[in-house]
């Protein structure tokens, strides 16, 4: 079966399950596929949805752009010196483990209302498995790499941008396939609890006042645009021509 | 005169230089390994002399320090003590004009054949002229055209080891060093792979040194054979095997192979013995 017929196929079923739930409970509690596109296609007519948008993609970009420069910094940072990573790991896997959204009074209160608190915690979920990921790639790199730079006698930055980097860059984009999807959801569940402006914003309005219909459109557009993102990521990977 | 026999074989990697007699020289090379339980005294002392154009082999039993003679000779390691040179210059970092292939596979896979083997070259910043002509004549040599868009991921763990083994060669290496190149491939390849080796030595005129586990490698493809002892390793014995320069696989066929073998594994069993019974083994 070719992979567009699957594709296809998967995306059938997501719509005939999620038409048979609607039948199920109710236009009250779940709007239906149609209902949701039509309310996506009016919402996307008005000025209002659109400055939201822009709003959250502000903030996640620059959260995104933050976990991605500083997760392979810190990560390269981590694999390169052992003794480093050996006392980082452990409080990474930790602080990832713990729902962050607790620690989001904290944050409120070191960055304030408004953008660079959304930022931060856009950051705080993108930015540690980035890191890990990138710390594992170059712990888990073949020595024999090394040591074939060294007797080619490439210079350092001959050797790191020619045999290091695109020997971990498989591992790297896994991690930011992940830290994208992350840093979305921190920088959504930011403006859910305290901002006048966003996505998120508009999401829990819509949830206070009771309006399945914008809810569902809202989560459906952010489903397209994160798969998306998502599957080009993944079609960079394989396009690397290895793994 | 010179001349004349370089131009005659610029279309091969052939080294057009041809200096003094000793091409490596080791005196009382040691090397100790300081371990969080305690020193490990790996390598030594160890005396050696290589021959230009000579194909010597060390054999020994494992952990007996062989990868650090060659680490050492790349310039990857430094003896604590003695003195350890290459064409009469002590050898520090990695030197000009030496080769090294390794067991493990270090074929680049995000990098195709071509790329591979042309890799080393780009990055000493040689005319693409150059390197192409260099390239092409390798992986032809090698037996690679076929493949040469290919990416290693494509090719067999023999296929791989060639691409290894082409990438140094383009390199011109007046010494090559090899680490058990073929330890981790099946008994037909080796001996294949093996005449390869003995043509490709033969041609560019290179001094090579091969580590060894395999006796019968050992006998057949060199000139000479060093037989290294248990830890700290030093060199017990050393064979001459008499072969023609113009040999390949099939002297394995002969009674001298037999009997070359048989010394060789006569010093060695001994000490493979005092590693079996210190169960290190």
Known sequence: MPRITGTALVLLFCLLLWQTLHLLVGASSLASPFQTVVKLGSLLATAEFWQNVAETMRAFAAAFLISLVGGIALGILLGVRRLAGNVAEPILVNLYSIPKVVLYPLVLLCFGLGISAKIAFGVMHGLIPITLFSMNAIRQMKPVYRRTAQVLRLTSAQSAFTVILPAILPEVISGVRLGFSLTLLGVLIGEMFASQRGLGFMLISAINIGQIDTIMAVALLLTIVAVTCNSLLLLLNRRMGYR | MIGAAVKARSDSLAISEVPAAVHVRLRGVTRVFDLPKGKLHALGPV????????????????????????????????????????????????????????????????????????????????????????????????????????????????????????????????????????????????????????????????????????????????????????????????????????????????????????????KLRVEALKIMSSGQA
């Not at chain 2, 080796?190 to 560019?204: F, H, V």
């Not at chain 2, 290179?206 to 054979?225: G, K």
């Not at chain 2, 050393?238 to 060789?264: K, Q, Y």
């Open chain 2, 47 to 266: 005396d050696l002399d290589l021959g230009r154009g000579e194909f010597f082999s060390v054999v020994g039993p494992s952990g007996c320090g062989k990868s650090t003679l060659l680490d050492i000779l790349a310039g990857l390691s430094r003896p604590q003590a003695g003195v350890a040179e290459f064409e009469g210059a002590p050898i520090r970092d990695v030197p000009d004009g030496v080769g090294v292939v390794f067991q493990e596979d270090a074929s680049f896979p995000w990098l195709s054949v071509r790329d591979n083997v042309a890799f080393g070259l780009r990055r000493a910043g040689i005319d693409p002229a150059e390197i192409a002509r260099r390239v092409d004549y390798a992986v032809g040599f090698m037996g690679l055209r076929d493949f040469a868009a290919s990416y290693p991921a494509q090719l067999s763990g023999g296929m791989r080891q060639r691409v290894c083994i082409a990438r140094t060669l383009v390199m011109q290496p007046r010494l090559i060093l090899l680490d058990e190149p073929f330890g981790a491939l099946d008994q037909q390849t080796r001996l294949l792979m093996g005449d390869e080796l003995l043509r490709l030595w033969r041609e560019t005129g290179a001094t090579v040194l091969l580590i060894t586990h395999a006796l019968d490698e050992a006998a057949m493809l060199s000139d000479r054979v060093g037989v290294m002892s248990t830890r700290p390793g030093t060199f017990i014995d050393f064979v001459e095997t008499g072969w023609e320069r113009d040999r390949d696989s099939r002297v394995v066929l002969t009674p001298h192979f037999g009997d070359i073998t048989a010394r060789l594994w006569d």
